[in-house]
């Protein structure tokens, strides 16, 4: 039974993942930031889906985010890593994005990610 609804969940993740992506497209002027939610960290990649390429990376994993916070999952931590996401974008000299929320709601982590991204400046 429970095997049951694991594969449930996922052919229904998958459906509504290629449904999304059908709408959400990133070029070189408005690249695609797509947030991927583990149990225990948030990574998120900036993504030409033009050339298949990976322009910027942030995620609560990396060392310079663990050092300057002792929890890397809460709302507080998404909010830092979406300023943190910002300033490599303005770096990047990217102003304007396509937020790809994948197969997650947008409340809780991913919309304060979000909001902390738009605060710096940053357009969806």
Do not use: W
Request: aromatic share 6%.
């Amino acid at each position: 039974m429970l095997k049951d609804k694991t594969i449930a969940k996922k052919v229904r993740d998958t459906r509504l993942r290629k449904r999304i992506r059908e709408k959400v497209r990133g070029t070189p002027e408005r690249p695609r930031l797509h947030v991927f939610k583990s149990n225990t960290y948030v990574y998120t990649q900036v993504v030409n889906d033009q050339a298949g390429a990976v322009l910027l990376t942030a995620s609560t994993l990396e060392k310079e985010f663990r050092e300057s916070s002792k929890n890397s999952k809460n709302k507080e931590a998404c909010e830092r890593l979406g300023a943190l996401l910002a300033k490599r974008l303005k770096a990047a000299k990217i102003e304007s994005v396509v937020f790809d929320r994948g197969t997650y709601p947008y409340h809780g982590r991913v919309k304060a990610l979000a909001e902390a991204i738009r605060k710096e400046g940053i357009r969806f």
